[in-house]
């Protein structure tokens, strides 16, 4: 039901097809949570500085809090609830798992999301460039070293992958 005040918004998330009929005002992030049920994006400071709300929009990271819904109608998206693959957690939780990357969790599936984004873009990042591409993404708790560390174990077990299905 589309009228002046609403829009039908239909997008594939997390390899689901979904459509909700929304405000036309309504931000992608409250599209994810509170009309696909999808709360693991979280929501914090709404004015594009924290990180926490980014989630994958057709292969690219994007702060969903600055996205109307309708904008990225036909999407794909990927949340932090699509990073699990058939074969279990994928690198980027097992890295954040194995090297102590959250504490609060506040800020970790943004975080995840963004580095796995960075790891598709550049596959063996140095620790300025993890940090760099990382920079729109606030920890409050201020983990930052284990951060780091959680990307490069994520970084060379993608990489071990690679080289297993390549031989
Ligand atoms: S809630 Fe989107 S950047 Fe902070
Ligand atoms: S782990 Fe608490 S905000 Fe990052």
Request: proline fraction near 3%.
């Amino acid at each position: 039901m589309s009228d002046n005040m609403h829009v039908d918004v239909g997008v594939t998330i997390n390899g689901e097809a979904r459509s909700a009929t929304v405000e036309a005002r309504t931000l992608l992030v409250h599209y994810i949570r509170d009309h696909l049920g999808l709360t693991g994006t979280h929501w914090g400071c709404d004015t594009s500085n924290c990180g926490v709300c980014v989630v994958s929009v057709d292969g690219q990271p994007m702060k969903s809090c600055t996205v109307l819904a309708a904008m990225v109608d036909g999407s794909e998206i990927t949340t932090v609830e699509g990073l699990a693959g058939e074969e279990g957690l994928s690198p980027i939780q097992q890295g954040f798992m194995e090297c102590h990357g959250l504490q609060c969790g506040f800020c970790t599936p943004g975080m995840m999301i963004a580095a796995d984004a960075l790891l598709d873009r550049n596959p063996n990042p140095s620790e300025e460039e993890i940090r760099d591409g990382l920079s729109g993404q606030l920890c409050r708790c201020t983990g930052y070293d284990n951060i780091v560390k959680a990307v490069n174990w994520a970084a060379a077990k993608r990489q071990e992958a690679t080289e297993g299905a390549s031989s």
